[in-house]
């Protein structure tokens, strides 16, 4: 009867954080209300008065999409300094764009060993440099 109770008390915890988790990634993008950015001049050090922020909604959403759509890249790095520090809620990333702006990489600050490349960012590319005009 005890064993009975216990499993049927986990079943329910286990279903109702399953829920939880499943609601938060459903609307994960929409939460983000502005993201801020910052043009670096190297790792340690940021472009004085360069910080901004990203608040328009369909802006915020381009950028939240491509990050989420970024790929792992295989391998530890060795990177240049980075074009910019961009802030999506309590995660930190460095931004670096290609010469033509239609691809990009990007690194968590926090895991400076692993890169992810996105494609398409020629919008994003236009955003960013936008606000810094």
Known sequence: MKKTLFLTVIGVV???????????RQDG???????TIQEMISFKETKRNS?????????????VDAFSNAFQEPGIV????????????????YLWFSDDG???????????????????TEGIHK???????
């Open 78 to 93: 060795d990177m240049d300094d980075p074009e910019f520090k961009v802030k999506i809620e309590r995660e930190r990333y």
């Open 29 to 35: 993008n929409s939460k983000v209300k502005s993201i």
């Open 102 to 120: 239609r691809s990009a990489t990007i690194m968590n600050v926090d895991d400076t060993n692993t890169v992810y490349s996105m494609s398409s």
């Open 127 to 133: 955003i960013f440099h936008a606000k810094l005009e």
């Open 51 to 63: 910080k901004k922020k990203i608040s328009n909604v369909d802006d915020v959403k381009k950028v």
């Open 14 to 24: 286990f279903l109702v954080l399953t829920a939880c988790s499943n609601g938060d």
